[in-house]
């Protein structure tokens, strides 16, 4: 079965710093690999997918993700964090051979301070 | 696009009530999701729909916990008799095709406290 983990349960970084969120997952073959955010009181949006072909995929606000096949990582990074990046991030995996069932991670909270 | 409506946004009710959730996806997407989200279990799918019909149900956690999709543009998730445990931010999420390597578009969430 696959699965998702995501170590750090919270994260603290000074403005202007920058981040990077860890995401390991468990599954036989590459799974397809998303990031989403979920800001405060609001639904779950899209970052960034992987799914075949460079490893280093690029997303929306300024985010970037590296799959390493070796290391079964797939993990979020953004040279310098804005206030505005304070939100929960989750990493989810998706078995390319079923209907496109999602397993999330525990989820990451990102304190940004001035 | 509005994107994915859900509502009511926050439900507040008793032990005991029925509760019903709503939720309208995308126009044109034939994939519907419901996810419950909780601090304790994170978030969890219970159940997919395609072309209106349940393809997996299996997270549903109990009877007491229905859901339907009479039509491309509506579903419902129903819990009857509601129990304080179900206390969670429920999320409908849509997404065009049945390929995971699609984008699922979620719902701002539903708030639903039983006391």
């Given amino acids: ?114 | 696009d509005a994107g994915v409506i859900q509502s009511p946004r926050h439900e507040v009710t008793e032990m005991g009530q029925e509760v019903t959730l709503r939720c309208k996806p995308i126009s044109g997407h034939n994939s519907l999701f419901w996810y419950r989200q909780t601090m304790m279990r994170g978030l969890e799918l219970l159940i997919y729909f395609n072309n209106n019909v349940p393809i997996d149900d299996s997270g549903m956690p109990e009877d007491r916990f229905s859901a339907k999709m009479p039509n491309a543009s509506f579903s419902t998730l129903k819990i009857q008799p509601s129990e304080p445990r179900d206390s969670a931010v429920y999320f409908c999420a849509s997404r065009l095709g049945t390929s995971g390597s699609h984008e699922q578009y979620f719902g701002p969430g539903t708030r639903l406290t039983v006391t």
């Fill in chain 1, 1 to 114: 079965a696959q699965s998702v983990t995501q170590p750090d349960i919270h994260i603290t970084v000074s403005e202007g710093a920058s981040l990077e969120l860890r995401c390991n997952y468990s599954y036989g073959a590459t799974p397809y690999l998303f990031w989403y955010v979920q800001s405060p009181g609001q639904g779950l949006q899209l970052l960034l997918k992987y799914f075949s072909g460079d490893t280093l995929v690029q997303g929306i606000k300024g985010f970037e993700a590296e799959f390493k096949r070796s290391q079964s990582s797939f993990n979020l990074r953004k040279p310098s964090v804005h206030w505005s990046d304070a939100a929960e991030y989750f990493c989810a995996v998706g078995a390319p051979d079923s209907w496109g069932k999602l397993q999330f991670g525990a989820g990451t909270q990102v304190v940004v301070t001035p």
